[in-house]
């Protein structure tokens, strides 16, 4: 029987870099789990024992990895994995679960992909002190958000450090600059009836091109970050402020109250009524 101690971050909205869920477990002899596929990159350090992770390549096509003490694995948002505790000596390990704007340039820093999940530390002291992070936010749910989100820079950072990625030392692209622009352009004009054709005409771009390039670096098509980041604002002024919900969708582009609400749900699973009540309920 599998020793396991799990937690589900808060419904908190950070934008580059965001918790979803943390734990520990010692697992029983050949314990699995999947197939199955995560909406956000999920990584596991093995502590001790080891395991198999059976994982879909870019191809599509399933690749075995075997996996000990002091290595990691990382699963990407829609590929499909199974991953085995070995029969004999079983592993166990820190799993932490995030995204964010910056999660995937901050993974490939770190030279870890589809086609290469397996961490190998260069540096074991930068990974000794990465386990410590994972621990330390598996063992310290109570914490508040902002001091756990601290945490979890502090892991990117020593993952990213004790990997020595030859992408670290690339110069910075082109399109990094167009993708700042058009991150500035957002986060000053959320509030007003802008497109993406705004947004692509404001970098000089076209907009097919433009939208290749955002979504290759940012994980999302330009409107469907759009549509998160203005969400992420009016969660703000739901949990802070009395403004109506009217108000509130107005204040993030969306002076229809109707559009507002979908939009909304379409992120939260709730409506801005039903979510704004919730958080309401948890802070009783």
């Known amino acids: 029987m599998s020793n396991v101690l799990y937690s589900i971050f808060p419904s908190e909205n950070f934008i580059d870099l965001g918790l979803y869920q943390y734990g520990w477990e010692q697992c029983s002899p050949a314990h699995s789990f999947g197939p199955a596929a995560r909406n956000h990159y999920l990584f596991h350090y093995v502590l001790s024992g080891a395991g198999t992770l059976d994982a879909q390549n870019s191809r599509g096509e399933s690749v075995i990895y075997n996996i000990k003490t002091g290595q990691g694995f990382m699963i990407f948002p829609h590929q499909v994995c199974t991953y085995i505790a ?5 592993w166990e390990y820190t799993w932490l679960e ?45 914490e508040s958000t902002f001091h756990l989100i601290g945490h979890l820079y502090l892991f990117i950072d020593c993952l990213t450090r004790s990997t020595q990625s030859p992408l670290q030392n690339q110069p910075s692209r082109m399109s990094d600059f167009y993708i700042k622009e058009a991150l500035a352009f957002i986060e000053q004009n959320f509030q007003n009836d802008i ?12 907009r097919s091109y433009f939208g290749k390039i955002f979504k290759g670096a940012v994980g999302k098509s330009p409107q469907e970050f759009l549509i998160s980041y203005r969400m992420s604002k009016a969660g703000e002024l739901l949990k802070l402020t009395a403004l109506s919900i009217a108000d509130i969708g107005n204040a993030v582009g969306y002076p229809n109250q109707l559009h507002f609400s979908r939009a909304f749900k379409s992120v939260y699973g709730v409506s801005p009524r039903t979510w704004r009540h919730e958080q309401q309920g948890r802070e009783r």
């Not at 070995?86 to 079983?90: G, I, M």
């Open 195 to 206: 497109s993406v054709e705004d947004i692509a005409s404001f970098c000089n771009l076209n």
């Open 86 to 90: 070995d029969s004999k000596v079983p």
């Open 98 to 142: 995030f995204d964010g704007l910056k999660a995937k340039e901050l993974i490939e820093t770190a030279g870890l992909n589809v086609n290469n999940p397996v961490y190998r530390p260069r540096h074991k002291d930068t990974a000794e002190q990465m386990k410590d992070e994972m621990l330390y936010i598996a063992n310290h749910s109570h």
